[in-house]
């Protein structure tokens, strides 16, 4: 947050999203505390709320820099939220910051959005060295507009019941409800008494049916490339609540039937300079992504390790859209680079036609050396971003990967 954001705030009238707080919480208050934290994250909409110290009720900047005795930077904040005897020790993840207004000083404690609701402590506590102090264990405070619940009471039947409902994603879009279900890997189950059908035992209304796919789809692709059979079948699964379907997604299985995966969507790289270049991803928070990580868990069968990783090796695996497109966007100014890494040699265009000589015929479309050209720009692609990927989520810069790289290519 920062200063201009700030203002934004202090002209909103105190809700259920913020809160102000002329003071830190001084010795005796961190019952109070724990109150005003708790009451926000059981919140029943889905997003962050503010403890903004250092303004009065009237939404003066007041300060907080003469509270040097009690302030707590996040680290501390998280310390202490770590010793509460949390139910299901599920900690609220919260963040703190300083920002500069005038010659005050405001802290804002950020409280992050959960769905790990409602959130209370699972035996009595209380301030050390004050007993009669205390918060007792199925408490649930939880706040509606400006009002918190109230210490010696606990959230009604009604607002208990919204809580449940965040938690089991029954108040988002049934994409959403689904992707909780789906990362419940374990409640998952496959039969084929009554076609091929994935199932999920807490609710059935939750299944998933795998059907033939009739269209003419080519047999390899660049993630086949780094298996023991290249030779790929397809099939589609149907995403099914009740009676409708919520999506279809394309399968396939690799390896002569080792493995089945998830048919990779394709990323892309734009560049005024040049032509793009693509390469296979799949995003963890979607519904593709959660199935890939159910198939790979175990269903419908269990995956072979090394096809398993074979197929990570070309495929990147983002943990969000954001992640994908700033990471594209570093590839993209480095695109001229990026370019002369990939471009196959002939001796492997040579090499991967001689290892797919085995499951195709030399007059099929896979195995001509356009096609394996450019299935190779594209597998040099995901490995490049994938390595690149690690780097990222390291904080490095990705130059070092392209040095790397380059030298590999140098060495030959």
Not at 101 to 127: A, M, Q, T, Y
Not at 335 to 344: M, Q, T
Not at 355 to 378: G, N
Request: glycine share 6%; net charge negative.
């Amino acid at each position: 947050m920062n200063t201009e954001e700030l203002k934004i705030w202090l002209d909103k009238p105190e809700g259920d999203h913020h809160d102000f707080k002329e003071h830190w919480y001084h010795k005796g208050q961190k019952p109070e505390l724990v109150k005003d934290i708790f009451s926000f994250v059981n919140t029943v909409h889905h997003d962050d709320c503010l403890l903004i110290l250092g303004v009065n009720d009237q939404r003066k900047v007041t300060g907080v820099e003469d509270d040097e005795n009690w302030r707590l930077n996040q680290q501390q904040l998280i310390d202490f939220m770590r010793k509460l005897p949390i139910s299901g020790e599920l900690i609220p993840r919260l963040g703190v910051e300083t920002i500069h207004i005038g010659e005050h000083e405001v802290d804002v404690i950020r409280i992050f959005n959960s769905n790990n609701v409602p959130v209370f402590l699972g035996r009595k506590w209380n301030e050390k060295g004050l007993p009669n102090n205390v918060i007792l264990p199925g408490q649930i405070f939880t706040r509606e507009q400006d009002v918190n619940t109230a210490r010696d009471s606990t959230a009604d039947y009604h607002q208990v019941e919204r809580l449940f409902k965040k938690h089991f994603r029954m108040d988002t879009p049934i994409e959403e409800r689904y992707k909780y279900t789906l990362s419940d890997t374990s409640n998952w189950r496959y039969t084929e008494a009554d076609g091929f059908v994935f199932q999920y035992s807490p609710n059935p209304d939750f299944y998933m049916v795998l059907c033939d796919d009739d269209e003419d789809r080519y047999k390899a692709e660049a993630y086949s490339l780094d298996q023991f059979r290249t030779k790929m079948s397809w099939q589609s699964l149907k995403i099914k609540f009740r009676q409708s379907t919520i999506d279809t997604l394309l399968v396939v299985w690799l390896d002569g039937g080792r493995l089945v995966v998830v048919k990779p969507d394709v990323g892309i790289l734009r560049s005024d300079s040049s032509r793009p270049l693509s390469y296979y991803c799949l995003i963890e928070n979607t519904i593709a992504g959660r199935v890939q990580n159910l198939f790979a868990t175990g269903l419908p069968l269990t995956a072979d390790p090394y096809s398993l990783n074979a197929f990570y090796k070309s495929v990147v695996l983002f943990r969000s859209e954001d992640e994908k497109n700033n990471l594209e966007s570093l590839l993209v100014e480095r695109i001229d680079d990026v370019e002369s890494l990939i471009k196959p040699t002939e001796d492997e265009i040579t090499g991967i036609a001689g290892r797919m000589a085995m499951d195709f015929k030399s007059t099929e479309q896979e195995v001509q050396d356009t096609t394996i050209s450019y299935m190779l720009v594209q597998h040099a692609m995901g490995r490049l971003m994938n390595d690149c990927l690690l780097d990222y989520r390291r904080g490095n810069d990705i130059s070092g990967v392209i040095s790397r790289w380059r030298q590999k290519r140098t060495e030959g």
